[in-house]
């Protein structure tokens, strides 16, 4: 048997590398997505006081860092009792619209994109957003201005691009200034045309390669993500609900019962855990979150423009859920259009500049969860404390890591579509990665090809001893 | 004149520091007429050149024995090795880690979060071993220290606006910071 392997997996977030196994034809028989990261925050957290955890969960991920500050300034609102007024959830909202504009555009232009829009198949050397500059320089400079007026939303708020301080619990420490809302307003037009060009392209390019889409990792799941009452997308609060494979509602479920609901399968082969349905075990009630699992849970989407987009995502399968992992990336893009959307809306909202921003009292409770939609899915964090607030429990379920099973399957799907063991490839192995970059894991959150790419094939006798290793560098 | 290469890579890291790099935002584009980008996480050459590169930039800290061949390649194969960010600078964060042992903390993650189900400590030959946390000179020779969590834009902007000029960067006023 050979195996090939591809380490590091690139332009994602994190450390991962993949494995495929060969039968003696050279064709592919198993594949697996080995996550090799492993931190401990769970265990490091406990003995400190809960309300640092805004501090030191946002290190988790410095892509999502604002999605860890906020999940985690829930849970600290829940743990205190404390409810922060409409001002301070609605900044707590707009800056993390800031970090979906900057994380989405970044994976549409700057990591995705090269494969998009230079080819599965493109010279390793260029395929990257180098070569986006070289190819496209006036739309690398406009996506490069996007992902900076994300950043900068956030650091109007929170002081720093990275890793913000900002939220509190029962609110957030400073209120916005006329200067901030009005220097954000006037760009927001013109960053809302570069996102609509860029959901021009994703367009053009599904409809181009359909072909390709259609047998690309195509296969059934459920699908989770936050909703309002109405069944609209939301992204900073709301009940989560999952849709089985056919669009039907399985939950709609309060985050405090989170544990009702989600458990986590171990596999040996991979520090990141598989998050399931409980009601339907393992791996019976495995789903997808993110864009794709967002947009297949919800019913509507709240702002004009992304609702019109909606209309077109929900004819893509005749109302049922979107299978295929490559529309992953149209997704990614109406996200994008609903968070600059809702961003401005915000801005406009007559309570914006109000300096109500932190609840003074409220009931201690000792134990809470907070949840937000991380642009890569649904994020838990459940606190637990002593009587002094000290943590004597933590629990984090990633984003990423209810996508696990997704990459894992769509990983075996792609290699046995496309990877030919007795010629190989380098774009074979690229799009085994892109398999993997569809879903824009985020690897550091939850826990590298042929050619000048270095790969590294095993070949091992029946006995399982390594007889011959092939390396390229 | 030839462009510089530098290659880059993440540790046990968040990616903040890789993104702070990002966040040079058009200055960064500029940058890329002087410097040729080799190996990154952001680029699909995986391992720095064999024929060696002039800048290695490291972020994040020593974690597993993946990040020590990692880290020991970057130094083999780069004249000047940057620690970039508080985690390759000092370890950073995840030296909390440390105050625990580890086999309980393995254990609390794996094993007896209350979302898991039947849990084991994921022990397979494809991954590294965890090891006690430590800064990247602690593994390996590093010829530049700059601290942040992450590092400003500006900072790293002003650093390898030295290292191109010739000069090696002395960082001073709002470039050193360690938050």
Redesign the interface.
Known sequence: MQKITI??V??????A?V?IHLDDAGKVERA?F?V?????F?????GRPFFEMTQ?T??????C?VSHHLASAKACDVVAGVKPPRTASLLRELMHMGQMIQSHS?HFF??AGPDLLLGFDAD??I????GI?QANPEL??KA??L??FG?DIIKRLGGK???PVFAVPGGVNAPLSVQDRDAILAQIDEMTEVIKTGLAIAKQWCEANMDLINQFAVFPSSYMGLVDEEGGLQLYDGKVRLVDKDGRKLEEFDPQD??TY??????????L?F?FY?KMG?PNGTYRVGPLGRLNAATKINTPMAAEEFKVWKSINGGKPVEGTLWFHYARLIEDLYAIERAKEILLDPDILSTDIVADTGTFAGEGVGCVEAPRGTLFH?YKTDANGMLT?V?L?VATGHNNWAMSKSVEMVAKAFVDGKKLTEGML?RVEAAIRAHDP?L?CS???IG???IVIELFGPDGSLLQRLTR? | MAKVKVATDWLAACAGCHMSVLDMDERLVQLLDKIELTSTPITDLKHPPKEGATVGILTGAISNTTNIEVAKQMRERCQILIALGDCAVFGGIVTMRNFFDMNEALKRAYVETESTVDGKVPCSEELGTPVRVCAVNQVVKVDIHIPGCPPSPDAIYYALSELLEGRIPVLTGDNLKYD
């Open positions: 380490e590091p690139t332009r994602i977030e994190g450390h590398k494995t697996f080995h090799n990261e492993w931190r401990g769970e265990k490091f957290s406990e030191i946002p290190r988790i991920c410095g892509i860092p970044m700057e990591l390793p050397a395929r990257n957003v180098v500059v690398a400079l490069v201005r992902r900076g950043q691009r990275v890793h989170y544990l989600v458990g986590e399968h171990v596999e040996d082969w991979s520090y855990k998050p409980r393992w459940h429990k629990n379920i690229n985020c550091s826990t590298h090809a000048a790419m270095p560098d």
